[in-house]
């Protein structure tokens, strides 16, 4: 079992960044597979971004592509999500996930442990 805690969100204004940070615990970090999602009021989770165990890899949803970048960092047990450029369409709960498997995926059933989640709002 992994535990997970998000941090990093905010109010912010179009064109600003943040970064979010996704603390891991319980079984070995370096186990799994991440990823970010996000939820906005009245609409589905969507994916965001995806690394691998190693952070060999990593996917994006097309709209955060070269605007978002996921680390991690294995020593501290924790992920990334620096996000710049923001939009107000980028407005929802970031939530980040695990999954026990070597490639990153987009599909949410791929993963297996889930964080409560972390505000972004982004006004325009």
């Known amino acids: 079992q992994v535990q997970l805690v998000e941090s990093g969100g905010g109010l912010v204004q179009a064109g600003d960044s943040l970064r979010l940070s996704c603390a891991a615990s319980g079984r070995t970090f370096s186990d799994y597979s991440m990823g970010w999602f996000r939820q906005a009021p009245g609409k589905e989770r969507e994916f965001v971004a995806a690394?691998?165990?190693?952070?060999?890899?990593?996917i994006y949803k097309a709209s955060v592509k070269g605007r978002f970048l996921i680390s991690r960092d294995n020593t501290k047990n924790t992920m990334y999500l620096q996000m710049s450029s923001l939009k107000p369409e980028d407005t929802a709960a970031y939530h980040c996930?695990?999954?026990?498997?070597?490639?990153?995926?987009?599909?949410?059933?791929?993963?297996?442990?889930w964080g409560q989640g972390t505000q972004v709002t982004v006004s325009s």
């Open positions: 996930a695990a999954a026990l498997r070597p490639l990153p995926s987009s599909g949410a059933r791929d993963y297996d442990h």
């Open positions: 690394i691998s165990r190693s952070a060999g890899t990593t």
